[in-house]
């Protein structure tokens, strides 16, 4: 799914929730065409030897012109991840490009640093519509710097507005000395649009959680 979307709001308890038997669509409709790009500012803390600092951010997904790879065809997509650390003055940014097969199937990511990820040949890409209580191993990714990835999902009702859907992926990235865990929520709407992002990020000593209006 992208990191893309508009910002829709709340929607507050009191709504229907989520029909079990609707399908909530995991490929963005917002950034489908080229040159299409969506934002969500986002809020939060960072914590560390329960000292808690108060964070700011954005989240930004891009769709570039389509390329080849090996004589084939792929879509590029670009996300930037800015958080600011506010009393530190210390900004923090990771941007990362994506390619896949123009039927979703994921082929590589490059990041801003050059590190290049792969699928391993057990990776399957989350289905392209899901279901509340819908969940699965997506499977693992290798980097050219040495780490590893491995990524999940899990389909929920929204907090947010209990007629969307939380579709949250899960991720662990193993390097030497360390494993970063990375867990992501896209708020959904059945026409597919993201409706907000919430992002938690932790290495066991220090834990950022940021998430949009």
């Known amino acids: 799914i992208g990191t893309a979307g508009c910002g829709g709001g709340g929607g507050g308890s009191s709504a229907p929730a989520a029909d079990p038997t609707a399908f909530f669509p995991t490929h963005v409709l917002d950034v489908d065409e080229v040159g299409e790009s969506k934002r969500f500012d986002l809020s939060g803390t960072a914590t560390q030897d329960g000292l808690t600092e108060s964070l700011t951010g954005s989240i930004t997904a891009s769709r570039n012109p389509n390329e080849f790879i090996d004589n084939q065809e792929v879509t590029v997509d670009d996300s930037l991840l800015v958080v600011r650390f506010i009393s530190l003055g210390a900004t923090?940014?990771?941007?990362?490009?994506?390619?896949?097969?123009?039927?979703?199937?994921?082929v590589s990511t490059v990041d801003q640093d050059g590190v290049i990820c792969l699928p391993d040949a057990n990776y399957r890409e989350i289905p392209a519509t899901v279901k509340i209580g819908d969940a699965g191993v997506l499977g693992s990714v290798t980097c050219s710097d040495g780490a590893s990835i491995s990524a999940s999902y899990l389909v929920e009702v929204s907090d947010r507005n209990r007629a969307w859907a939380a579709i949250r992926q899960y991720a662990t990235y193993s390097e030497p000395g360390t494993d970063i865990?990375?867990?992501v929520a896209y708020h959904v709407s059945t026409d597919g649009r993201v409706r907000a992002v919430e992002f938690l990020a932790?290495?066991?000593?220090?834990?950022?959680?940021?998430?949009s209006p």
């Open 202 to 211: 932790s290495d066991g000593a220090l834990t950022l959680t940021l998430e």
């Open 92 to 106: 923090i940014s990771v941007g990362t490009t994506t390619y896949a097969t123009l039927n979703g199937e994921f």
């Open 181 to 183: 865990y990375e867990d």
